[in-house]
């Protein structure tokens, strides 16, 4: 059995992961707005999988005989000066996200909770690589600029593809 805490932890965490999706849809649709579809396809990905890492805390959650309470949604940015400016956004959530990942870690460790520390173990290096892959966009923008820079780097984005998580 979870303990409140951890529980309550957890469901502000899928609440934050469904932000952080609901954000991810709006800049793809933001980019689509701008001709960049493949930037959109992107943070359409980036969208499925935010869903995914809720999907998964709700799973664990279940697991172990808690309770799953879904939040409101707050309302996200719509509009961003240019796609480097959307990724600056993406490197700054991230990095929130990092901090609650770690808050609850904090927590779970306070609480004995060892299974729950084990289970965030999956999100701590995600977040690694979510930090990672956001400076690495803004670092290729930056030096790419605008035109036929841009024009290139977009099509590279419409490349990625989408892999659902694995149900474990
Ligand atoms: Fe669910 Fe982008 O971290």
């Known amino acids: 059995m979870i303990n409140e805490k951890i529980e309550n932890a957890i469901n502000e965490q899928i609440n934050a992961e469904f932000w952080s999706a ?60 240019s796609l480097l400016d959307a990724f600056k956004d993406t490197l700054k ?3 929130v996200v990092t901090q609650k990942i770690n808050d609850i870690y904090t927590l779970a460790i306070k609480e004995n909770d060892y299974a729950t520390q084990s289970f965030l173990n999956w999100y701590i290096d995600e977040q690694i690589e979510e930090e990672e892959t956001a400076q690495n966009m803004i670092d290729a923008l930056k030096m790419i600029g605008d035109g036929y820079g841009l024009y290139q780097f977009d099509k590279e984005l419409a490349t990625r593809t989408y892999t659902p998580l694995a149900e474990e």
């Open 93 to 95: 959530h991230e990095r």
């Open 22 to 81: 609901y954000l991810y849809l709006s800049m793809s649709v933001y980019c689509s707005h701008e001709g960049l579809s493949g930037a959109a396809n992107w943070f359409d990905i980036q969208f499925k999988e935010e869903q995914d890492h809720a999907r998964k805390f709700i799973r664990y959650i279940l697991s172990r005989g808690g309770k799953v309470t879904l939040l409101p949604i707050e309302k996200v940015e719509t509009e961003w000066k």
